[in-house]
């Protein structure tokens, strides 16, 4: 035992007697690790965040559509919905897509029905939006940096409308920490999007709320109403409905499937990882096979000196990982993920406006002191096993 | 047996040792749990807009799918049979989450005994 304790004790040696190469091992390790640490911390976090979003949601999401392509619904559909057994309300939302500004900046509008709006919100610095003369939004932080608006700001017309078009105020703006989601959002009356969109009478779907034990039977019940249940959509209309154990299994089955993109990069990682291993190695192999010559002819047997690697590889690899998550934790607490979030989060800037939500958990990092050491080892071990086979005399040649 | 020089600057020592507890800490204690206030204004934001938000994208540019799955069932992109066809979507290219798509005929109906009716995924 003594003499394994001391074995391993050269084996940190030798890791500060070649600097350069450990040093190279290092770096190589991180740019491998950080990327992939940073990726998982911030699928975690929007995972957090996806389960929020659907707790807080409605029961059941009822669209329509016709040809197998979406279509919006009319609002008369609400009360119908309401009276199916179970139904406690049925709420009719707009959620559509424009872009703004010579940037063409993405937006997404939101309308609710005014009369849902609650009495006092938080999350909102200014106020909801109100029906009037006026079009009346709180936007998300991101649009409003792009933008540059402020609460009171007014935006000219931007949309078509038969009727006419109204110059729009801003009355509020998200608090940026309440969502990821809330960065590109025109939140307003469910009057102010369906003139936006010229779309007056028509839902894009519908929230539905059910009475508990009830989700099944009102699903079925909604997917058997057919086309007489949907006047003014002007032909057959099948009636779709995603319910909140739907998606929480789709939440589910998303963190496999996430992996499965992980695994994927990860591989050209490795790839990449063991090829700039194994010429950090190969540049010091010379002096490697010098090295391994004297302790051989110092006495030193073949497993005596692969378990001098081994602890080296091991050191490297634990120590990598470390500063690999200290790094990606920096990176995102601190930096909030400049550069680096926009890449694994669609449509986020560079320098992004809201918090990247983010969560490091334990398996990753296992993971990343793993893979670490695989590569390292790889690198490693094969060229001290080579010249640890010949006699001394040849290795130090 | 001969042994090399042993001896490592302790601040190497101290380095690692550090690294390794401060990295430790990291993964395992819960970071970034909201406070009071903000879990309520995360919620009441939810509840206002009805739910909405899922995936690992900000906009609606490439497509729905991938912001909310409530918004759109399936990418118009992902072209499965090809072979790396599900990447053919830049919202689905190397982000940090990803789901399959919604098949509506997989919200089937079974009655669970004595439960009443169970929605599950085939």
């Not at chain 1, 920490?177 to 936006?196: C, K, N, P, R, Y």
Request: some cysteine; overall charge neutral; hydrophobic content about 45%.
């Amino acid at each position: 035992m003594r003499r394994c304790v001391e074995v391993a004790k050269t084996g940190l040696t030798a890791i500060l007697l070649h600097p350069v190469r450990s040093g190279a091992t290092c770096c190589a390790l991180l740019a491998i690790l950080v990327p992939y640490l940073v990726g998982m911390g911030v699928a975690k976090g929007i995972e957090h965040d996806a389960a929020r979003s659907l707790e807080a949601g409605g029961d059941l999401y009822v669209s329509g559509s016709r040809l197998g392509q979406r279509i919006p619904l009319p609002v008369e559909m609400g009360p119908r919905l309401e009276v199916l057994e179970g139904v406690q309300t049925a709420m009719p939302r707009i959620v559509g897509r424009l872009s703004l500004g010579r940037d063409k900046v993405e937006v997404i509008v939101v309308g609710i029905p005014a009369e849902d709006f609650p009495a006092k919100v938080t999350c909102v610095e200014g106020r909801l939006p109100r029906n009037g003369a006026l079009n009346e939004f709180v936007v998300g932080t991101e649009l409003a940096r792009r933008l540059n608006l402020q609460v009171g700001a007014m935006l000219p017309p931007f949309y078509r409308n038969p009727r006419g078009e109204h110059v729009s105020r801003i009355v509020g703006i998200f608090a940026s920490d309440v969502s990821l989601w809330q960065s590109h959002l025109m939140f307003g009356t469910f009057d102010t999007a369906a003139e936006i969109f010229a779309a007056e009478g028509m839902a894009t779907d519908f929230v539905v709320t059910c009475q508990p034990g009830y989700e099944v039977a009102v699903s079925r019940a909604i997917q058997n109403m057919n086309v007489e249940a949907a006047p003014g959509t002007g032909g057959n209309v099948r009636f779709r409905v995603t319910s909140r154990e739907q998606l929480a299994v789709l939440l589910a089955g998303g963190q496999l499937h996430r992996e499965g993109i992980f695994n994927l990069h990860f591989v050209l990682v490795f790839v990449i990882g063991i090829l700039v291993v194994q010429v950090t190695s190969g540049l010091g192999l010379a002096e490697r096979r010098r090295e391994i010559g004297i302790l051989k002819a110092t006495g030193w047997q073949t497993d005596e000196i692969l378990f001098r690697g081994l602890i080296e590889c091991i050191l490297l690899s634990v120590g990598s990982a470390a500063l690999s998550i200290l790094v990606a934790f920096v990176w995102l607490r601190w930096f909030n993920g400049y550069l680096i979030a926009g890449v694994f989060i669609s449509g986020l800037a560079r320098a992004p406006s809201i918090p990247v939500p983010f969560q490091l958990t334990p398996v990753p990092a296992f993971l990343a002191v793993t893979l670490g050491l695989v590569i390292t080892l790889t690198g490693s071990l094969w060229s001290s096993w080579r010249a640890a086979i010949v006699p001394p005399g040849e290795a130090m040649r | 047996m001969a042994m090399p020089n042993q001896r490592l600057p302790r601040c190497v020592w101290f380095g690692v040792l550090l690294t390794t507890m401060a990295a430790t800490v990291i993964v395992l204690t819960p970071i970034r749990q909201p406070s009071g206030d903000l879990d309520v204004r995360r919620t009441e934001f939810q509840t206002l807009v009805g739910g909405l938000g899922f995936g690992a994208t900000v906009d609606l540019a490439h497509c729905a799918f991938s912001f909310d799955p409530r918004l759109q069932s399936s990418c118009d992109r992902l072209e499965g049979p090809l072979a790396g066809g599900y990447f053919l979507c830049p919202n689905h290219v190397g982000r940090a989450i990803g789901y399959p798509a919604l098949d509506p005929t997989d919200f089937h109906i079974s009655a669970a005994a004595g439960e009443g009716d169970h929605a599950t995924m085939r």
